[in-house]
C-alpha cells in the first residue's frame, strides 16, 4: 500500500489527485500497489470538502469541473459518496467497515483550501430539510422544531406530560399552537385532551379496583376452602326421599360428591368432615340408601350406618336363586314372580360364563351364579340391572380362581361341576371347619373305586333343592319314589347344577380339601354339630347318636 505524508513538505491539491479523481479513492492504485501520478512524491489530503456543499462557482484550479449540484440532476449517489469518502477519511481510527481512517493532517498553508471552513459550518448551503439532503430529514412529526429567533432553547429533560405535572388545557393548547407557528405549519387545531385524560385516569382505577377485587375473591374462596367451614344444611332434611347408589369401593369424597348430586348434603367437603367425627363413620358399605334431601352432613352419615336405610338385595352364601328373586321383588316393590321370570328368559344376556350350561335337567340356568354380596336395589331400577351385577361378580370371582384348570386337577370334568360341587360343600357343612372335610367326602363319593356308597352321594341338600324346602326328615319311601336327577339318593354322580350359590369360603374348601379318607358325616346335633366317619361302622355310631339327641 502507498503511504503517505513521507515528505517533508505540503503539496497543493491537484486535479488529478486520486483522491478526488474519476478513479475514486483506493480505486486500483491504493490497494494494487500501481504507479501513482505523483511518481512516488508525498501526497497530502486536506479535510476534502462534500460534493454537495460546494458553490456554483468554479474553485481555483478545479478547472470547471465539480459544480454545485442543486437543481443540477446529479444522482443522490454522488453526494452519498461524498459524505461518506468525508467520514470515512477524516474521522481517524477503524470506520464500521473495518477499514482504517487516515489521519488529518494539518493545515498547509500553502493549501488554497486548507482555510476554508468545511460542510454544514460558515458560509456552506445548509440542504438540510431538502430534497437534495443526505441523510434524508426526519418526518416532521419526529423533527424537533427551530427555536425562534429571541427564544430560549428549552432545557433537556424539564418537558413533562401532562397528565403527571397536572398541566391544564391553556398551557396544552398554547405549546401545540407555538409548535405549529414554529413550523409553519397550518394545522386545525387540536381539540381537548382534558376529557380523555379523564378518561384515562377512570379506566386506570376501574382497573386496578377490578383487580383489587379479584385478588380479594380469590383470596376469599381460597381462605373457605382450606380453612373456611363447608356449606352444610341444617337438620335432618326434608319431607323428600330419595335413593342414592354408593358403588362398591367408594371412599368418602366420592360417596359426598354422589350425595350432592342428590341433593341430600350441600357439599362433599361438609360429608368427609361429618365422615371423620363420627365413629364408625368410614364403615359405610356400597349399596343403595333411602335418605332425605337437604340433610345436614351429620344426619347423612348417621342414617347411612342404620341398616334400616339401606335399600339392598344381600345375597348370603348357600342361598337359593328363588330366595335372591323374592328379596328383589320386595326391594323394588314389584309384584311377586316378576324377577324369576325375567331371570328364565334373559338370563343368556346377563353375563354368565361361556362354560356355564344349561341342559334340559338344570331347573335354573343363574343358580350358583348370583355372587354372595350387598347390591344395591331400590324402587325404580330393573331386575334384569340387579341380576347382571350379581352374575358380573361371580364370573370375576370364578374366573380369578382359575376354576377349569383346577377341576380337572381334582377329578371332575370342567368349572361347572366345580361350582356344583362348591354348593353341595356349602349346603351340607355347618361351620367353617367342616367345609374341608366335606370336599373330601364329595370327592371319595364321586371316585368309581368307591365300594360303600356305589358313586351314590346321598344328600338331603339335593332332594330339597328339588322340593324347595329344607327338611332334614325325609322318608326313605319318598325318597325312592322321585326320579328327579337332584335326588341324590337314587341317581348316580353329581346332580344338574348347582343347588344354591356357594361363598368364598366354601370354594376355597372345594379346591382345596382334606385328604384323611372321609367319606360319612352327620349332625349328630341335628343343626350344627357335623361328625364324620371313614368306615361304615363308625357311620352307624354317629347315626345312633343323631337319633338319641332327636329323640327317635
Not at 405549529?180 to 387540536?190: L, Q, S
Not at 350350561?357 to 331386575?383: C, H, Q, R, S, V
Not at 382345596?512 to 357335623?530: C, E, K, L, Q, S
Request: glycine share 12%; net charge negative.
Amino acid at each position: 500500500m502507498t503511504e503517505y505524508g513521507r515528505g517533508p513538505g505540503s503539496e497543493p491539491w491537484h486535479p488529478e489527485d486520486p483522491l478526488y479523481g474519476d478513479g475514486g479513492w483506493g480505486g486500483q492504485q491504493a490497494h494494487t500497489g500501481q504507479q501513482s501520478p505523483y511518481d512516488g512524491r508525498p501526497q497530502h489530503h486536506p479535510q476534502a470538502p462534500q460534493y454537495g456543499d460546494w458553490s456554483q462557482e468554479q474553485q481555483p484550479g478545479h478547472d470547471g469541473q465539480h459544480q454545485h449540484y442543486e437543481g443540477s440532476g446529479q444522482p443522490q449517489y454522488d453526494q452519498q459518496f461524498a459524505g461518506h469518502t468525508q467520514q470515512q477519511f477524516h474521522q481517524g481510527g477503524w470506520d464500521a467497515t473495518g477499514t482504517h481512517g487516515q489521519v488529518p493532517y494539518a493545515a498547509d498553508p500553502g493549501d488554497p483550501y486548507g482555510q476554508q471552513p468545511v460542510a454544514y459550518g460558515a458560509e456552506q448551503p445548509d440542504f438540510y430539510g431538502t430534497e437534495d439532503a443526505y441523510p434524508p430529514p426526519e418526518p416532521p412529526g419526529r423533527r424537533r422544531p427551530e427555536p425562534e429567533p429571541g427564544s430560549e432553547p428549552e432545557a433537556a429533560g424539564e418537558e413533562e406530560h401532562a397528565f403527571l405535572a397536572g398541566g391544564g388545557e391553556d398551557d396544552e393548547e398554547h405549546e401545540l399552537q407555538s409548535r405549529r407557528e414554529r413550523r409553519g405549519k397550518g394545522r386545525k387545531p387540536v381539540k381537548s385532551k382534558k376529557r380523555r385524560t379523564g378518561c384515562a385516569c377512570m379506566v386506570v382505577v376501574l382497573v386496578f379496583g377490578g383487580g383489587l377485587a379479584g385478588v380479594g375473591y380469590f383470596g376469599y374462596t381460597f381462605y373457605q376452602n382450606r380453612f373456611g367451614t363447608a356449606p352444610d344444611y341444617a337438620g335432618d332434611g326434608i319431607n323428600e326421599s330419595v335413593t342414592v347408589e354408593i358403588p362398591k369401593g367408594a371412599g368418602g369424597w366420592e360417596i359426598g360428591r354422589r350425595l350432592k348430586e342428590a341433593g341430600v348434603v350441600k357439599s362433599a367437603d361438609a360429608f368427609v368432615h361429618a365422615q371423620s367425627q363420627t365413629p364408625g363413620g368410614n364403615g359405610i358399605q356400597a349399596g343403595a340408601y333411602l335418605l332425605k334431601k337437604e340433610m345436614s352432613a351429620g344426619s347423612a352419615v348417621r342414617l347411612m350406618m342404620d341398616p334400616r336405610s339401606q335399600n339392598n338385595v344381600v345375597v348370603t352364601p348357600g342361598e337359593r336363586n328363588s330366595g335372591v328373586y323374592a328379596a328383589i321383588d320386595k326391594k323394588l316393590e314389584l309384584s311377586a314372580g316378576t324377577t324369576k321370570k325375567v331371570a328364565r328368559s334373559q338370563y343368556k344376556s346377563l353375563g354368565l360364563p361361556a362354560w356355564s350350561e344349561n341342559n334340559g335337567d338344570i331347573m335354573d340356568p343363574l343358580e350358583g351364579f348370583l355372587w354372595p354380596a350387598t347390591y344395591p336395589a331400590a324402587k325404580g331400577m330393573k331386575p334384569e340391572a340387579i341380576l347382571k351385577q350379581m352374575v358380573t361378580q361371580a364370573k370375576q370371582r370364578y374366573a380369578a380362581y382359575g376354576l377349569d384348570t383346577k377341576a380337572r386337577a381334582l377329578g371332575l370334568d370342567n368349572a361347572f361341576e366345580l361350582v356344583t360341587v362348591a354348593s353341595l360343600v356349602q349346603a351340607e357343612g355347618k361351620t367353617h371347619d367342616d367345609f374341608r372335610k366335606m370336599a373330601e367326602v364329595v370327592y371319595n363319593r364321586l371316585k368309581p373305586t368307591n365300594t360303600e356308597t356305589n358313586r351314590l352321594l346321598q344328600f338331603d341338600s339335593t332332594y330339597n333343592y328339588l322340593k324347595g324346602t329344607s327338611n332334614i326328615h325325609i322318608s326313605e319311601k319318598e325318597i325312592n319314589s322321585n326320579p328327579s336327577p337332584y335326588n341324590t339318593y337314587t341317581h348316580k354322580g353329581l346332580p344338574p347344577g348347582p343347588i344354591g350359590n356357594p361363598g368364598e369360603d366354601a370354594l376355597k374348601a372345594t379346591l382345596n380339601p382334606t385328604d384323611d379318607g372321609w367319606i360319612y358325616f352327620v349332625a349328630t346335633d341335628g343343626t350344627n354339630n357335623t361328625e364324620f366317619a371313614k368306615t361304615y361302622a363308625e357311620f352307624q355310631e354317629l347315626k345312633d347318636k343323631f337319633n338319641a339327641n332327636a329323640g327317635n
